[in-house]
């Protein structure tokens, strides 16, 4: 431990650790548009595209080039799957895709059909699925 000395008067000093810093995000490799490449994201980030995955019959590679094609130009890879994973995981919790789900409405969050509060609706960006060739 490094002892750094207080700028103020009778404040105890300050004691840093040399410990290094450990990221809780997680590298893997994927194929991209034909190329390998690194990835690292939060594990909550990979179990989602685990998820969308599974539910839309795709391949890891497949969903991360369709994130990659629908991304602004000076977006990293990265930022665009974390979009992706949000905005996939967004319209399945707007009110048509918890009906289709056969969810309730705002039970979780402790919320009453009778509260009156009125939300704002903000139009809905669809992905629709691409073909993987």
């Not at 750094?4 to 040399?18: E, F, N």
């Not at 909550?44 to 130009?73: F, N, P, S, V």
Request: glycine share 6%; net charge positive; charged share 25%.
């Amino acid at each position: 431990m490094l002892n750094v000395q207080s700028l103020y008067d009778g404040a105890p000093a300050l004691k840093v650790s040399k410990t290094p810093f450990r990221s809780s995000l997680v590298s893997r490799n994927v194929v991209v548009s034909g190329r390998r490449t690194s990835v690292r994201l939060e594990p909550e980030m990979w179990d989602g595209l685990r998820e969308i995955c599974q539910r839309e019959r795709a391949t890891m590679h497949q969903i991360c080039t369709t994130a990659e094609l629908q991304k602004a130009e000076k977006t990293s890879l990265t930022a665009a799957i974390r979009v992706f994973v949000m905005r996939y995981f967004r319209l399945a919790a707007t009110d048509e895709g918890h009906a289709k789900a056969g969810h309730g409405y705002s039970l979780t969050l402790g919320l009453s059909l009778n509260s009156g509060a009125n939300y704002e609706r903000r139009p809905v960006v669809l992905l629709t699925k691409t073909s993987f060739v």
